[in-house]
């Protein structure tokens, strides 16, 4: 077992399309690595918090109002991790950006909150209320998987937002699965979610036990990742690759 007594503690994200599983292997995988799960935001702001919009305006203020708990989250976790215990984002906090950059790029352009979100995420980062996590773990799961998934749990998954959800998590995929590895290789990684949450959860375990002790992610990463979503600089990636 992995604890806070055996390595440094650290702040792990799992990352995956709608329907992938997040939830069910963050509860499989805290215990093994001694850590404490911090929910996603949605859930954090409690039921019923709508998913659905109607327009821009709909979604920017939807959009803004999970930015502003994923900082709550992240100043949760970052005290857990200063108090020694690891910690496990159940969601990682670049979530409303790539999701928000995938709707835009792959449902419908008129649908585009990215700038401003970049900005009230930068103003959070200078409060120390906002971070990359120290690695993001993408379970990768095919897309006919996650919507048998997301159809068995219409409660976190409601019906009228898995077409919509499926054609962002394309584009999250390019993110996670390629271009922010390639940018950053030591903070994020994949693996499969195909398999049973227990099974998902001690393979991470055994990817994180091969990794080593995680070195806490610095804010120049953080606003390097941040670039891309501006498609400024070095490393912006190429956006219009959705079928990987």
Known sequence: ?????????????????????????????APLLGATVVPEAYDR??????LTFRGRDELA??????????????TDAVALR???????????????LAYSWGLREGVDGALDVLIELVRTVRRMRSLGKWGLPDLTIYLDVPDSVARARAGRD?????????????????WERLLYGREFPRMLPG????????????????????RL????????????EA??????????????????????
């Open 1 to 29: 077992m992995v604890g806070p007594g055996r390595r440094p503690a650290a702040i792990v994200a799992l990352e995956g399309p709608s329907g992938a599983g997040k939830t069910s292997v963050a509860a499989r995988l």
């Open 45 to 50: 702001l409690g039921r019923p918090f709508p």
């Open 61 to 74: 203020d939807l959009e803004r109002q999970l930015v502003r708990e994923d900082g709550r989250r992240w």
């Open 209 to 220: 036990e091969r990794l080593g002790p995680l070195p806490p992610a610095s804010p120049s």
């Open 223 to 244: 606003e390097m990742l941040l670039r891309v979503f501006e498609g400024q600089g070095s490393g912006a990636p190429a956006l219009r690759h959705p079928n990987l």
């Open 82 to 96: 200063g108090r020694g215990t690891p910690v496990v984002l159940d969601t990682g906090t670049f979530a409303p």
């Open 187 to 206: 903070r994020f990684l994949s693996v499969s979610g195909e398999g049973r949450p227990a099974e998902v959860a001690l393979l991470i375990q055994e």
């Open 154 to 170: 219409p409660g976190d998954h409601p019906p009228e937002t898995v077409e919509r959800h499926a054609a962002v998590g394309r």
